[in-house]
Nanobody, 124 residues
Framework: QVQLVESGGGLVQAGGSLRLSCAAS?????????VGWFRQAPGKEREFVAA????????LYADSVKGRFTISRDTAKNMLYLQMNNLKAEDTAAYYC????????????????WGQGTQVTVSS
């Protein structure tokens, strides 16, 4: 059973940066996993942010974060990261780490494993 634990959320001013981390257990580089970040603001549906192939590093981004956010992973440490720069008020949400058996995609319902979430609040 894959387990995911996020950290690194907090309060930041608009234009600032944060780095989210996700500790991922039982993800083998010899298996085909897609891992990613989603976010959910109050009253809104969960939306895709970014995803990456656990073994090979191919990335996928939502248009709203391209050029500002960078997803990366360190398979030796079993860690997934999301570097968020030039944050905007509309980035405020709970951010979730997720994993699936298969290629990284942007559909939340296709992910099999989820973390508990970490809150990011951007003040304007």
């Amino acid at each position: 059973q894959v387990q995911l634990v996020e950290s690194g959320g907090g309060l930041v001013q608009a234009g600032g940066s944060l780095r989210l981390s996700c500790a991922a257990s039982r993800l083998s580089i010899f298996s085909w996993y897609g891992v990613g970040w989603f976010r959910q603001a109050p009253g809104k549906e969960r939306e895709f942010v970014a995803a990456i192939t656990w073994s090979g590093g191919s990335t996928l981004y939502a248009d709203s974060v391209k050029g500002r956010f960078t997803i990366s992973r360190d398979t030796a440490k079993n860690m997934l990261y999301l570097q968020m720069n030039n944050l905007k008020a509309e980035d405020t949400a709970a951010y979730y780490c997720a994993a699936r058996n298969g290629r990284p995609i942007g559909t939340a319902s296709e992910y099999d494993y989820w973390g508990q979430g970490t809150q990011v609040t951007v003040s304007s």
